[in-house]
């Protein structure tokens, strides 16, 4: 495509993408950027745009049985090939669609408060990184960027959307996405403990699912080689720089520190890895 960022006009900035109007549609440029806790490291992740642009490629190429997506076309200007998405300009939805398989993350920390996540109970004596009965949607609030998400009950949820049945699809749908990934990453020696959805609406479509799918941003990745329930997992996901960062001792307020080149190195492998067993292909 020969025309450039520079001539495109900025909808949006947000913790990884930039977004940008392009004839109607949208084009999301992943960087290389990187986030925890809501918050922008300093430095940033080599080819970590490329994956999370191939992954939600990858994903939404498979899903679209399960429910229509944003995706329009990987022609883009060329200063962002492989790391930006044409896509359509939805009406998104206040709310993350969060799928757990895994008791992990936030939703451990809660289970151990309360016995439960979001609401939905769960059985007792149930260790870190357990595999639940079955999977769990567990809703959270956005936040504006630089504050943190909440995780919320299903009838908060049905308030933030204000219709209880499209709040049921949304349910049904990141269930059903989840499990399609769940079984993907399997097949190739990965645990998908965790992941986030978002949706809107087009015109034509009450549901589009949008934002990214499946990535290492939004998921938890664990190797099912070295999984061993009642302790934190290794992962291919951004945990990685989560432990990093709680070991150095940061309160998770901004500023945030500068990431060691040796984490930063491993992360990007840890992305690349995910990303090449699970779609097969090389970056």
Same mark, same amino acid.
């Given at each position: ?72 076309? #990987? ?38 408060? #309360? ?163 699970? #779609?097969?292909?090389?970056?």
């Amino acid at each position: 495509m020969s025309i450039s960022l520079d001539e495109l006009r900025l909808h949006s900035s947000g913790k990884v993408r930039d977004i940008y109007e392009l004839d109607g549609d949208l084009l999301l440029v992943a960087s290389d950027r990187i986030s925890i806790y809501d918050v922008i490291m300093p430095d940033v992740i080599p080819d970590k745009g490329r994956v999370l642009t191939g992954m939600s490629v990858y994903w939404f190429e498979h899903s679209g049985e399960i429910v229509p997506n944003h995706l329009i076309s #990987t022609d883009v200007p060329d200063e962002v090939a492989g790391r930006a998405l044409r896509v359509r300009k939805l009406e998104m939805y206040p709310v993350e669609c969060v799928v757990r398989g895994y008791l992990s993350g936030s939703g451990w920390r809660e289970y151990k408060e #309360t016995g439960s996540v979001c609401g939905v109970g769960l059985p007792p004596g149930l260790k870190e990184a357990d595999r639940l009965p079955r999977p769990i949607f567990t809703p959270a609030s956005k936040a504006e960027l630089g504050q943190h998400d909440e995780n919320i009950s299903f009838e908060q949820a049905v308030e933030l959307v204000r219709d209880r049945a499209l709040m049921e699809e949304l349910r049904r749908i990141s269930i059903e996405l989840y499990e399609l990934g769940a079984a993907r990453a399997a097949e190739v020696g990965i645990i998908l403990a965790d992941t986030k959805f978002e949706f809107g609406s087009h015109p034509g479509a009450e549901v589009m699912l949008g934002d990214e799918v499946m990535t290492p941003d939004s998921s938890r990745y664990w190797p099912a080689e070295s999984y061993e329930p009642g302790r934190a997992q290794t992962s291919f996901d951004k945990q990685f720089v989560r432990d990093w960062a709680d070991a150095a001792g940061w309160n998770h307020n901004p500023p945030a520190p500068e990431l060691p080149e040796e984490v930063i190195g491993q992360t990007r492998d840890k992305y690349l890895e995910a990303f090449e067993r699970i #779609t097969g292909a090389p970056l």
